[in-house]
């Protein structure tokens, strides 16, 4: 698997987790030896892995909490450090977001995500069969 | 210099850039070997150099573009990346924003930008004469 497919499919993991409400696959993506930090919509930023760990565990548990798609993920990778920037496709709206991901035991871990609102992406960022160019 | 400290130098050179209207600099502390990627507050994500340039060119030549301020600035630094997570004042009220950095040619530029509507930050969020924990 390229490097852009296994940040792609860290990132995919997210939303799973997210989507699927599993806290204990949520806390296990986030990085382990090195500072973590999360930016929710409207909120301040969150610093620390207890304190983002709190955070997801409030919003997993609620059951109001948005159903949420990903779409149109673009990763960007910097040797042990990548970044992704998609889509949040949510009922009430979109939300863009960065995530932030890096090496960890060789595995792809976040450290950083912030989401906020955007407009409807364009028709055209459906992810297609091929590769996005980067 | 430490690179958690360069990486502030930088972050602080992109502030300095948008507060001054510059567009010159802002377009040299951007990255140049690599796609950029920028997300404006309630915009889509801008993707590729010219497309954020140019959205970078009408913001600082707008005379309505906002005042700005970078306060409590934190650098997470990864081998030759790094993001910094901050607050924007401006005279409306708050942004908190990720900015992604990689190392180039020995410096330290701009590859991402995202910036989102949050709470005023605690007052204890203040530049204190301590370096940040990280």
């Known amino acids: 698997m390229s490097e852009h497919a296994a ?14 409400r599993d806290a204990e696959a949520m806390d296990a993506l986030w990085a382990r ?7 929710h919509p409207g909120w301040a930023a969150l610093s620390g892995r ?9 919003i997993l548990a609620n ?7 990903c779409r149109s993920a673009v ?11 998609c889509y949040e496709v949510l009922e009430q709206g979109f939300l863009v977001a960065t995530n932030v ?19 409807p992406p364009p028709e055209d960022d459906e992810p297609a ?5 980067n």
Request: with cysteine; glycine share 6%; net charge negative.
């Open 75 to 85: 990763a960007h990778v910097h040797g042990d450090s990548a970044y992704v920037v």
């Open 33 to 39: 030896q090195g500072p973590v930090t999360c930016i």
């Open 50 to 58: 207890r304190e983002v760990m709190l955070s997801w565990q409030a």
């Open 129 to 133: 069969p091929e590769a996005a160019p």
């Open 7 to 20: 940040v792609l499919f860290a990132n995919d993991a997210f939303y799973v987790a997210f989507a699927t």
């Open 101 to 119: 991901f890096v090496r960890e035991d060789g595995a792809w871990r976040m450290v950083h995500h912030q989401a906020g609102a955007t407009p």
């Open 63 to 69: 059951p109001d909490a948005p159903k949420i798609q």
